[in-house]
């Protein structure tokens, strides 16, 4: 078998697994932009590999990928310390990309995302191999390096810490209902409708990077977050048109002048209401999606 057939049998195989790889690195990382890296470097690594003596190419590219994930989570993590106001994961499109979310759902969803980051690299690690992708305990033990006990462990401390942090959670349709309600009031500018879908101790984050003018700190209180959305929609969103979208898995708002989006607004909600709203502007995080309409 020449050369090239090698070559071409090993980049079928690398594409077949690449969404999977991307999954996973994503959710490691929080950015799509550092998860093609990190899947640009499992490319390279699979080139120059073995492929003979790799019994299970698909398991192999994962430990690849997440080993590599763990290495870049450290200076990552650097990054975000210096970071100008709150940090918000990187939104992606699962309309766009359906495999991106065709594996386990709540592991991608932004606001989990962002609370992995409370999670040391080996429990975020453990969660997402074994709850996002249902990856048995024996392999995510080979991947990280420990003992099979030990990775139930850490997926166990992970989950535990995630469901503290989230409590309850509303189901898919509540969760429709508060967002479709959000966002009649928040359009009608009605204060006291806004305020009847937040919780008492509802938080909104925004994102801005330092790049564009965004809130420096977390807003917090039904009244404070309704009267700041409000504001923001006055002050900074005329001329905007914006678009329903899914993103993460869940409905999402688009803000786009120009043909160009802006801005993304997404939530998190109990059976109570919305306790968690989030507004990325930063225009590196945004340049990937595109308006529903083109």
Sequence with gaps: MSTSAIDEAGQRTFEQVRPRLFGIAYRMLGTAAEAEDVVQSAWLRWQGADRDAVREPAAFLATTVTRLALNELDSARARREVYVGPWLPEPVSTAEDPALGAERGEALELAVVLLLERLSPAERAAYVLHEAFGYPFRQVAEVLEVSEANARQLASRARTRLEQDRGRRADPAQRARLFEAFLMAARAGDLERLEAVLTADVVSMSDGGG????????????????????????????????????????????????????????????????????????????????????
């Design 211 to 294: 790049v564009v003018q965004a809130a420096r700190k977390p807003v917090q209180g039904r009244d404070h977050v309704a009267r700041f959305v409000l504001g923001v929609l006055e002050k900074f969103s005329q001329g905007d048109d914006f678009e329903l979208a899914e993103l993460n898995g869940q409905p999402a708002v688009l803000a786009i002048r120009d043909g160009r989006v802006r801005g993304v607004v997404t939530m998190d909600a109990s059976p109570e209401g919305i306790d968690r709203l989030m507004f990325v502007i930063n225009p590196d995080k945004l340049a990937r999606l595109t308006p529903v309409a083109a």
